[in-house]
């Protein structure tokens, strides 16, 4: 079958709810394609405009992380969306053939994924429906996001509901926010991605439900189980940066951004992190002196301590060179400031001047009630 003239169509590779997807070739190009095609049966009148906004979307995003649109038009009335071809597989099915991801893997994933996602955001398009289907790898292990079918403009008023008032994307990987009918954002995009990482680690989604609603209640409100507690043996860094993405509020996440880099730069091997300039200054006492790193359980990652994490690109501390820097967590304390002739006088001149201050404010008080008397 030749579409448009050029395009000639060869296997059924997929199917959806608005067409059917087909392995082709561009015989004017001689390039192979992916063809996506709108069913025509009248059933949906918003089809053919939801089908054209993800042509007019996608094609705004020119990214290694993205599938690229290459053209778009009508045949036989029926709409076409010619896409670059993916040749290997998606998330969703190397889950399947493989099972779980290892770590370094997981990191390749949400690194690539977050990149597309930032290269989107910064368009500000939302993508709605990040899945492990919708994430695609070639045989080089190269993810590309794919699918805006349902993507949706930040500042789109019609962003978070369907013209018949239901909640569009994938309940397994939705956002709390969104479950309670609230706006898409950049946000809602890096929880669901934070969903499907925990099911690519763990093998089964964060929160799985018997109704939908049951499954949107979880997601705003119980706390995903970490990965290590299901027998996963995730790299701390990385399991407590995961638990960050899945966050109930979407200001306590990492942006797309903030994530790309993060897995870029190895901390999520627990390497440690060059400590913030304001854990040095100041001095004080014993407990400001003190820095956890982010890949220690239970402490806030990187990108909550500072505007933009910061890879963990630095040499390993002094006194450190002979701990492990696989996935281990380190610590690292300032040591505690001996009290000297100095600190002790200070201590002393504190302690007198909160005396002092207590029997004026008395002996004020008892010539109040004196006067008055």
């Not at 390749?108 to 993508?127: T, Y």
């Not at 610590?331 to 201050?357: F, M, N, T, W, Y």
């Amino acid at each position: 079958m030749l579409v448009a003239g050029r395009y000639r169509l060869q296997t059924i590779i997929g199917r959806g709810g608005m067409g059917e997807v087909w392995r082709g070739l561009d015989e004017v190009l001689g390039r192979p394609i992916a063809v996506k095609l709108l069913l025509n049966d009248g059933s949906d009148a918003s089809a053919e405009a939801r089908f054209r906004l993800e042509a007019q979307t996608s094609a705004r995003l020119n990214h290694p992380h993205v599938v690229g649109t290459l053209d778009f038009g009508a045949w036989e009335d029926r709409c076409f969306l010619v896409m670059e071809l993916i040749e290997g597989d998606s998330l969703a099915g190397e889950l399947t053939a493989g099972g779980p991801l290892s770590p370094e893997r997981l990191a390749q994933v949400a690194q690539h994924s977050a990149e597309g996602l930032a290269a989107a955001h910064a368009q500000g398009i939302v993508h709605r429906d990040v899945k492990p289907g919708n994430l695609l790898s070639d045989h080089q292990g190269t993810v590309r996001i794919a699918d805006f079918g349902i993507a949706r403009f930040v500042d789109d008023p019609s962003g978070a509901l369907t013209t018949t008032g239901q909640i569009v994307g994938t309940g397994l990987y939705l956002a709390p926010e969104r479950a309670i009918g609230t706006p898409a954002s950049a946000a809602s995009d890096m929880y669901s991605l934070g969903c499907v990482l925990y099911h690519l680690s763990v093998g089964s989604p964060p929160f799985e439900a018997s109704t939908a609603t049951a499954l949107l209640y979880q997601h705003v409100d119980s706390p995903p189980v970490p990965p290590h507690q299901r027998g996963v043996a995730l790299p701390p860094a990385f399991e407590a940066y995961l638990l960050s993405m899945l966050a109930k509020q979407p200001e306590e996440r990492p942006t797309a951004r903030q994530a790309a880099d993060w897995f870029a730069g190895g901390a999520w091997r627990g390497v440690p992190e060059p400590l913030p300039p304001e854990h040095w200054s100041g001095g004080g006492g014993g407990g400001r002196g003190q820095h956890r790193g982010p890949s220690q359980r239970g402490t806030a990652p990187a990108h909550r301590r500072a505007a933009a994490p910061a890879p963990a690109r630095a040499g390993v501390a002094s006194g450190a060179a002979g701990m492990d820097s696989g996935w281990n967590t380190s610590v690292h304390r300032v040591p505690p400031r001996r009290p000297g002739v100095r600190s002790s006088l200070r201590r002393h001149r504190r302690a007198a001047a909160v005396v002092g201050g207590a029997v004026l404010f008395v002996s004020a008080l008892l010539a109040g009630m004196a006067w008055f008397s």
